[in-house]
């Protein structure tokens, strides 16, 4: 189930000058949805199905796609200057700024362990059946001091919990944790384009355009690993999104 409420609004300024914000908080719920290996960038952890696929009831939670809030403000500018010199207002005029900023809340994941039963996994001993393409998929108990979120971005490099701290159900019992009942990092990105078209003739026109993604350069982390059966690297993100990234062009239209 899904429930949203976008807000948007767009504002014309002057002298070429446009605004647009959009904001939309939501809520998305479901029984499946992280179920194919490389489905999201920012988790490269094997998909995964039911613990126990007599009681998929106990699946139900908020979906991988669940993301409570997102904001994006975009800012047009295209001036159209004044001036009486034609080779001023030829270099002056044709012009055009854009830029795109970004922000939105972690995804939730799940802490689960991909171990056989012999290897202290698969606490249900169902001999991984609610696994997708092999292998096992069971979730432990919730830790003792409960769930916490909010984590900053240094304690998800650091690593936000340990392995230690999840006990396991009784052998043969489903874990009492809830899927995807932590949230990963926040993320940004702020992106610039800026253009400018020269008229060939009638039908022609040469666009010069140079784009900057992630303009500052902000780290946005991926999620955590949340594998029991990698203690090296559980509760810490090992990788991100893309760092700042420059290019140049040109177009021919006609």
């Known amino acids: 189930s899904y429930h949203g409420m976008p807000l948007e609004v767009r504002r014309p300024v002057s002298h070429g000058l446009?605004?647009?914000?959009?904001?939309?908080?939501?809520?998305?719920?479901?029984?499946?949805?992280?179920?194919?290996?490389?489905?999201f960038a920012d988790n490269a952890e094997p998909g995964k199905g039911a613990q126990d696929v007599s009681r998929l009831d106990l699946e139900r939670a908020r979906s991988m796609f669940d993301i409570p809030h997102r904001?994006?403000?975009?800012?047009?500018?295209?001036?159209?200057?004044?001036?009486?010199?034609?080779?001023?207002?030829?270099?002056?005029?044709?012009?055009?700024?854009?830029?795109?900023?970004?922000?939105?809340?972690?995804?939730?994941?799940?802490?689960?362990?991909?171990?056989?039963?012999?290897?202290?996994?698969?606490?249900?001993?169902?001999?991984?059946?609610g696994a997708v393409g092999g292998?096992?998929?069971?979730?432990?108990?919730?830790?003792?001091?409960?769930?916490?979120?909010?984590?900053?971005?240094?304690?998800?490099l650091g690593g936000i919990f340990q392995v230690s701290d999840f006990p396991k159900p009784a052998r043969g019992s489903n874990g009492a944790l809830g899927r995807n009942t932590f949230r990963g990092p926040r993320q940004f990105t702020n992106d610039v384009a800026v253009?400018?078209?020269?008229?060939?003739?009638?039908?022609?026109?040469?666009?010069?355009?140079?784009?900057?993604?992630?303009?500052?350069?902000?780290?946005?982390?991926?999620?955590?690993?949340?594998?029991?059966?990698?203690?090296?690297?559980?509760?810490?993100s090992t990788t991100a999104f893309d760092p700042r990234q420059i290019q140049l062009g040109l177009r021919l239209q006609f």
């Open 195 to 236: 253009t400018r078209s020269f008229r060939l003739g009638e039908k022609r026109a040469l666009q010069f355009r140079t784009e900057a993604f992630n303009l500052f350069n902000t780290v946005s982390l991926a999620l955590p690993n949340s594998d029991l059966s990698v203690p090296g690297a559980f509760g810490k």
């Open 71 to 129: 904001f994006t403000g975009m800012v047009i500018w295209a001036p159209s200057l004044g001036v009486s010199s034609k080779w001023v207002k030829q270099l002056a005029n044709g012009w055009q700024v854009s830029t795109i900023f970004g922000a939105q809340s972690g995804r939730p994941f799940s802490v689960w362990t991909n171990a056989s039963f012999q290897a202290g996994g698969d606490f249900n001993a169902d001999g991984g059946g």
């Open 135 to 156: 292998g096992f998929y069971d979730r432990p108990d919730a830790p003792a001091g409960g769930v916490l979120r909010g984590y900053s971005k240094q304690e998800f």
């Open 18 to 39: 446009s605004l647009q914000v959009n904001h939309r908080w939501s809520k998305w719920l479901d029984n499946s949805s992280d179920t194919s290996t490389g489905q």
